[in-house]
């Protein structure tokens, strides 16, 4: 990760010289957001994620991947109300954007779904977390992607809190 940053550093200072809202230093500062992540400095992945939505204009292709992205940052920081806010938003503007390859937009949507029901989970509400993760199996299984075994196995898990919730009262 040390090399990663020190090259993405280096991508973040060259791009500090573009224009303000140029993508390539909107792209530089995503990028750099996805080390800090995974070094474990959630709280500036999240500004710098922030800040690129300032950027970006709502019918961007970009502005979706970003939002999701904040989820995947605010659920490492369990700010699962975050991921849920950031996840409506998402899907609400991936549905709108009709210059994607249709197969994109699912897979996006699909994702973000997916986000959202696992902050239900977390939330301690697992009909709702239920209630997108079908949306999302309903998404994947038409597209045979790879993860909608992961999707049933995750499913069988927010049943089985459910019903043991029903069965303490």
């Given at each position: 990760?040390?090399e990663?940053?020190k090259?993405?550093?280096k991508?973040?200072?060259?791009?500090?010289?573009?224009?303000?809202?140029?993508?390539?230093?909107?792209?530089?500062?995503?990028?750099?957001?996805?080390?800090l992540?995974?070094?474990?400095?959630?709280?500036k992945a999240?500004?710098n994620?922030?800040e690129?939505?300032?950027?970006e204009?709502?019918?961007?292709?970009d502005?979706?991947?970003i939002?999701?992205n904040?989820?995947?940052?605010?659920?490492?920081?369990?700010r699962?109300?975050?991921?849920?806010?950031?996840?409506?938003?998402?899907?609400?503007?991936?549905?709108?954007?009709?210059?994607l390859?249709k197969?994109?937009?699912?897979?996006?949507?699909?994702?973000?779904?997916n986000?959202i029901?696992i902050?239900?989970?977390?939330?301690?509400?697992p009909?709702?977390?239920?209630?997108?993760l079908?949306?999302s199996l309903?998404?994947?299984?038409p597209?045979?992607?790879?993860?909608y075994?992961t999707?049933?196995?995750?499913?069988?898990?927010?049943?089985?809190?459910?019903?043991?919730?029903k069965?303490?009262?």
């Amino acid at each position: 990760y040390l090399e990663a940053k020190k090259y993405l550093d280096k991508a973040y200072g060259y791009s500090l010289s573009l224009p303000y809202n140029h993508s390539e230093r909107i792209r530089a500062l995503s990028n750099y957001t996805l080390v800090l992540q995974s070094m474990g400095f959630y709280e500036k992945a999240l500004m710098n994620l922030q800040e690129c939505l300032t950027f970006e204009k709502d019918d961007s292709i970009d502005v979706p991947v970003i939002l999701n992205n904040l989820c995947v940052v605010c659920a490492s920081l369990g700010r699962y109300d975050l991921v849920i806010e950031y996840g409506e938003k998402a899907l609400s503007l991936l549905s709108s954007l009709s210059s994607l390859p249709k197969n994109e937009i699912n897979n996006g949507m699909s994702l973000i779904l997916n986000n959202i029901s696992i902050a239900y989970y977390n939330l301690n509400i697992p009909n709702k977390a239920i209630e997108y993760l079908e949306k999302s199996l309903e998404i994947y299984r038409p597209i045979n992607n790879d993860e909608y075994a992961t999707l049933l196995g995750n499913l069988g898990m927010f049943y089985s809190n459910l019903d043991f919730k029903k069965s303490l009262f």
